[in-house]
């Protein structure tokens, strides 16, 4: 609070707004928990101003008599304070709108680097792994089976193509790639491959994507 209203929100999204998805830091627990303290303290800050008000207000009315048995106030429909209470209530709920956006814009954005790893990796890499939470983990797990399930064949209700080969189109279907370690045979359209150390060959992008993922090729 003495750094100023969603100050401490807004430094923990900055820490994840323009990572690469690879460098993905650790969950900040203690800011993401600091700034749900910060809300719950503008919250109580907020109704005991209001609540101040009414109570105000309903002294002054029976100092002066004028509180009958068929009017009741109710405080949640009704404003008694001044201007100036009333532009502090306003600004203590603006924070903690302010203050909510910032944690799911955070949540969010660490969905998304998830997402991206999932395109672009296939898998977390072990260096961004040990950063993301259990609850994280379980959302790139059902992300990624969602995903599988929409690539696989057509004949299986999905589209039949591996989306994450190439997010932009290819100018040649084939590649020229290297084995970078000893594999064994695969079989690909055009035939089989004893795939050895240091071989170069020509293979379908589509192909030649997944083990390029495992590391097992390179493109040249």
């Not at 100036?84 to 903690?96: F, K, L, N, S």
């Amino acid at each position: 609070m003495s750094q100023g209203f969603c100050r401490t929100g807004f430094d923990l999204l900055a820490e994840v707004a323009h990572v690469p998805p690879e460098n993905i830091p650790v969950f900040n627990d203690d800011a993401f928990r600091n700034v749900i303290d910060e809300v719950q303290l503008q919250h109580d800050q907020l109704n005991s101003v209001f609540e101040n008000a009414f109570a105000r207000h309903q002294e002054n009315r029976q100092q002066s008599n004028a509180e009958t048995s068929e009017s009741q106030d109710d405080p949640s429909l009704m404003w008694y304070g001044s201007e100036a209470e009333a532009t502090e209530v306003m600004v203590y709920h603006t924070a903690i709108l302010r203050n909510k956006r910032l944690l799911m814009a955070y949540t969010k954005r660490r969905l998304d680097l998830l997402r991206d790893l999932r395109w672009t990796h296939g898998v977390i890499p072990e260096q961004a792994k040990v950063n993301v939470t259990p609850q994280e983990q379980h959302f790139f797990r059902e992300y990624s089976k969602l995903l599988s399930k929409y690539m696989r064949s057509t004949e299986m209700g999905g589209v039949g193509l591996d989306l994450t080969a190439d997010p932009d189109p290819p100018n040649d279907p084939y590649i020229q790639v290297r084995v970078m370690k000893d594999y064994g045979e695969v079989t690909f359209s055009n035939g089989s491959v004893n795939l050895r150390e240091g071989l170069s060959l020509w293979l379908l992008r589509d192909e030649a994507h997944t083990l390029m993922m495992e590391g097992v090729l390179e493109c040249v």
